[in-house]
């Protein structure tokens, strides 16, 4: 049974292609390290991934999800996507750009599509965990049922 929580973008966004979900509350609406809400949800912090914008030399933008104990690797994560750089969002543009705001960006649901890859080991959990597109609200599902909502591509882009 799910907990009763308002709908958000991501949310109606699974609801929107039918994908089974869970989600799990934590902490008091302030924002926290995803290892932090890793360890709130007693959750394995390799199954709780972490949203990150990015902008690429061209200009485009990129989302990445990678474990949250983990660090993007930005040249790695350059390379999957054909850019010669990448520098991570500055907290100021990500609500303008994805309608989310800095800990409780979700993958889904953004006020336009990006081009999406998440560090590879995503498809070595029955269930990952991201943002619900909420500070204290995260969402359990597959990456089967994320790639619905998503195309979601699977890469090396952490630092070794």
Do not use: W
């Not at 902008?55 to 350059?78: I, N, Q, T």
């Not at 006020?111 to 080991?121: I, Q, S």
């Not at 979601?152 to 882009?157: F, G």
């Amino acid at each position: 049974m799910r907990e009763k929580h308002e709908k958000t973008n991501a949310m109606r966004a699974l609801d929107r292609v039918k994908a089974d979900y869970a989600t799990h509350s934590y902490g008091d609406g302030e924002a926290v390290s995803g290892v932090e809400v890793a360890h709130m949800l007693g959750q394995d912090e390799r199954r709780v991934f972490k949203t990150l914008v990015t902008e690429g030399k061209s200009r485009a933008h990129y989302v990445f999800m990678v474990p949250v104990a983990e660090e993007l690797d930005l040249k790695k994560a350059a390379a999957c996507v054909d850019e010669k750089a990448l520098s991570m969002l500055k907290s100021k543009e990500l609500l303008p750009l994805t309608g989310y705001v800095h800990g409780g960006c979700s993958p889904i649901g953004m006020k336009k599509p990006f081009r999406t890859v998440a560090h590879e080991t995503a498809k070595d959990f029955d269930t990952i965990l991201f943002s619900a597109g909420r500070i204290g609200l995260q969402i359990e599902t597959s990456l089967a049922n994320l790639q619905k909502a998503v195309p979601v591509e699977l890469a090396d882009i952490i630092v070794s």
